[in-house]
Structures are given as structure tokens and as C-alpha cells.
């Protein structure tokens, strides 16, 4: 088994955070855990374990990454996060499946694309209701509502409608992309959570209708006790369910409710210049908490995979 205890980041143009993490990691030299930028050029069926640890921060738009990842995990290395729940992730089941542990979400209806790759028939379209019942789903959504791509991250083709025509004119711009139509939310107060670890939990003060530069606002004392532990315990618990050791979760809070707008982001915005020096050095030594105690073996990443015990059985060790 190779006994790496190296740290790899896989990055895409941020800068201050990978440095600062790696500076971080190396600094504090816990049992010989290392931290470096990746470095990939092909990946073979019996290629050893190159990491203990890789955070990813990538592979959404490097596909090549996202695929060595998943060989990673195979050959014993700890993902953050876990690529092939990132693989799988999708933003009407996530809502669904918070519906039913308890905490707020907004009405969602995720419709059918407006259009499909050429090679796709009429008659496979065959079970598709035509047209669509637009009265019945806006009667449960509501206007003012939010028309957003059910997988796409990043703000891109998110728009708020407040009519019917407005709602068509912009459904029609979606092409292949699956879409949501969920509930606005008129919000009192906005929090960004920043999570690490499934445990640690940053509650920021957030608006999302000023500029990205001036979006995190720091203010201590923004939220009451006892609306400060609901936050915390329902960004917890949706970190937990699924499977995210990175991830930032956003509440829209109206009349005192928290509710889950945006809960699944793999790889946050970490950027010191953004999100305030305080919050940039909390991330940075949680990150490298986490990650040095990966690669010390001294904690497993969630969502083991079912491969394991087979492994395990036929004899090889991760």
C-alpha cells in the first residue's frame, strides 16, 4: 500500500486560497503531510495512489479531472468532495429530499427542457404532457419565481420572472438545460454558510443583490441566538446527507424561517479578496485541518463506497 501522506490541490484561475492553503499545510509539517498543486499527465488502470488527500476545485469544468478523481478514490485517496456524488448531484432532488428531513425549502417544479440533441425523436418525447399544464405549476409556485438550471452553478441562466410571458420568453432561452421553477423567497435577512468538514460551520451575513466584491459582510452579531443555531444545525445536516466536506449553504430568512435557496456548492468561492479576510483565514485552517487529518488516516471521508468490501475480500488494501 503506499503510505503517501501528500496533499494535492486541483485548482482552476483562484489564487490566494490554494497558496495560501498549501503555505498553510506545509507550515505546520503534522507527521509528514504535504501539501502541492497536482500534477496529471494521463492516468493508468494500475497507476499507484499519488495522494492521500486531493480537494478538488476543478473537475465541474475539466472533465478529465473528474474522471481521474474517481479513479483516485478507487486507488485509496480521499476526495474532497466526493466526486461521484458530485457527479450525481442534482437541485430538485436535493430540495426534495430536504423537504422531508424537516427543513424550510421553497415550492419547486422541475420542468421538462424546452429543447433536446437533434438525434432525440419526437417519438421518444412520447410520455412528455403537452402542453404543459403552466397554470396548475405557477398556481403552486407563485410569482414573483425563479426559473434556474437544475444542475449549473455559477448565477448562469438564473432568472426571476413575475408573469407568465416573462416565464415563457425566458424558458425559452434554456435550450437542452433542465430547468426549475421554484418560489421567491422574500428575504429579511440573507446567510451564507461556509461548511468544512460537515462539522464546521461559518454563518456569514450575505447579500446576494449587491456586487460579488461586496456580497460578504462581516457582523458577528447578525442573527439571534436561538435563529443562529437553526442555521447551523440545518447547514450541518445538509452537509451531512450528502456527502460534502466543502460546500457553502445559503438561507433566505423570511418571518424568522430559514429557508434553503442554494445548498449545493462543491467548490465555494474562497477567494481572500471576496470573502473577507476574517472568513479567508477561518477557511484556510479548517480546510487544513480537515485535510491534514485525511491524510493522516486519523479520520475517513463520508460515502464509502460499496467497491470497499470487495477489495477488501479479494485482498487489496487502499
Same mark, same amino acid.
Given at each position: 500500500?503506499?503510505?503517501?501522506?501528500?496533499?494535492?490541490?486541483?485548482?482552476?484561475?483562484?489564487?490566494?486560497?490554494?497558496?495560501?492553503?498549501?503555505?498553510?499545510?506545509?507550515?505546520?509539517?503534522?507527521?509528514?503531510?504535504?501539501?502541492?498543486?497536482?500534477?496529471?499527465?494521463?492516468?493508468?488502470?494500475?497507476?499507484?495512489?499519488?495522494?492521500?488527500?486531493?480537494?478538488?476545485?476543478?473537475?465541474?469544468?475539466?472533465?478529465?479531472?473528474?474522471?481521474?478523481?474517481?479513479?483516485?478514490?478507487?486507488?485509496?485517496?480521499?476526495?474532497?468532495?466526493?466526486?461521484?456524488?458530485?457527479?450525481?448531484?442534482?437541485?430538485?432532488?436535493?430540495?426534495?429530499?430536504?423537504?422531508?428531513?424537516?427543513?424550510?425549502?421553497?415550492?419547486?417544479?422541475?420542468?421538462?427542457?424546452?429543447?433536446?440533441?437533434?438525434?432525440? +425523436? =419526437?417519438?421518444?418525447? &412520447?410520455?412528455?404532457?403537452?402542453?404543459?399544464?403552466? $397554470?396548475?405549476? /405557477? *398556481?403552486?409556485?407563485?410569482?414573483?419565481?425563479?426559473?434556474?438550471?437544475?444542475?449549473?452553478?455559477?448565477?448562469?441562466?438564473?432568472?426571476?420572472?413575475?408573469?407568465?410571458?416573462?416565464?415563457?420568453?425566458?424558458?425559452?432561452?434554456?435550450?437542452?438545460?433542465?430547468?426549475?421553477?421554484?418560489?421567491?423567497?422574500?428575504?429579511?435577512?440573507?446567510?451564507?454558510?461556509?461548511?468544512?468538514?460537515?462539522?464546521?460551520?461559518?454563518?456569514?451575513?450575505?447579500?446576494?443583490?449587491?456586487?460579488?466584491?461586496?456580497?460578504?459582510?462581516?457582523?458577528?452579531?447578525?442573527?439571534?441566538?436561538?435563529?443562529?443555531?437553526?442555521?447551523?444545525?440545518?447547514?450541518?445536516?445538509?452537509?451531512?446527507?450528502?456527502?460534502?466536506?466543502?460546500?457553502?449553504?445559503?438561507?433566505?430568512?423570511?418571518?424568522?424561517?430559514?429557508?434553503?435557496?442554494?445548498?449545493?456548492?462543491? +467548490? =465555494?468561492?474562497?477567494? &481572500?479578496?471576496?470573502?473577507?479576510?476574517?472568513?479567508? $483565514?477561518?477557511? /484556510? *485552517?479548517?480546510?487544513?485541518?480537515?485535510?491534514?487529518?485525511?491524510?493522516?488516516?486519523?479520520?475517513?471521508?463520508?460515502?464509502?463506497?460499496?467497491?470497499?468490501?470487495?477489495?477488501?475480500?479479494?485482498?487489496?488494501?487502499?
Amino acid at each position: 500500500m503506499n503510505q503517501t501522506r501528500k496533499v494535492g490541490l486541483l485548482v482552476g484561475h483562484e489564487e490566494s486560497f490554494p497558496a495560501a492553503l498549501i503555505e498553510h499545510i506545509n507550515r505546520c509539517g503534522a507527521d509528514g503531510v504535504t501539501a502541492e498543486l497536482c500534477c496529471l499527465g494521463g492516468t493508468r488502470l494500475d497507476d499507484p495512489r499519488q495522494y492521500a488527500v486531493v480537494i478538488d476545485r476543478i473537475s465541474h469544468e475539466v472533465p478529465y479531472y473528474r474522471t481521474h478523481l474517481k479513479y483516485a478514490a478507487l486507488a485509496g485517496t480521499a476526495v474532497i468532495n466526493n466526486p461521484f456524488w458530485w457527479s450525481a448531484s442534482e437541485k430538485f432532488f436535493g430540495t426534495a429530499l430536504l423537504a422531508r428531513l424537516g427543513i424550510a425549502v421553497p415550492r419547486t417544479v422541475v420542468l421538462p427542457n424546452k429543447a433536446y440533441a437533434q438525434d432525440v +425523436a =419526437p417519438e421518444s418525447l &412520447r410520455n412528455l404532457q403537452y402542453p404543459l399544464p403552466w $397554470e396548475q405549476i /405557477v *398556481e403552486y409556485v407563485g410569482f414573483p419565481a425563479v426559473l434556474k438550471p437544475n444542475t449549473a452553478g455559477g448565477f448562469k441562466q438564473v432568472f426571476k420572472v413575475h408573469s407568465l410571458d416573462e416565464l415563457w420568453r425566458c424558458y425559452d432561452q434554456s435550450g437542452p438545460q433542465t430547468m426549475l421553477l421554484q418560489e421567491y423567497v422574500e428575504f429579511d435577512h440573507y446567510v451564507r454558510c461556509v461548511c468544512v468538514g460537515r462539522r464546521e460551520i461559518m454563518p456569514i451575513r450575505w447579500d446576494p443583490r449587491l456586487y460579488w466584491t461586496e456580497r460578504y459582510i462581516v457582523d458577528h452579531q447578525h442573527l439571534t441566538p436561538e435563529l443562529g443555531a437553526r442555521v447551523v444545525r440545518d447547514a450541518r445536516l445538509i452537509c451531512e446527507v450528502l456527502g460534502l466536506d466543502m460546500n457553502t449553504v445559503e438561507f433566505a430568512i423570511r418571518d424568522n424561517v430559514p429557508y434553503a435557496i442554494d445548498f449545493v456548492n462543491p +467548490a =465555494p468561492d474562497f477567494e &481572500r479578496a471576496r470573502i473577507r479576510d476574517v472568513y479567508f $483565514e477561518w477557511v /484556510v *485552517e479548517k480546510m487544513a485541518d480537515l485535510a491534514i487529518a485525511y491524510a493522516r488516516g486519523a479520520e475517513r471521508p463520508p460515502g464509502r463506497l460499496r467497491w470497499d468490501r470487495f477489495l477488501r475480500e479479494a485482498g487489496i488494501e487502499e
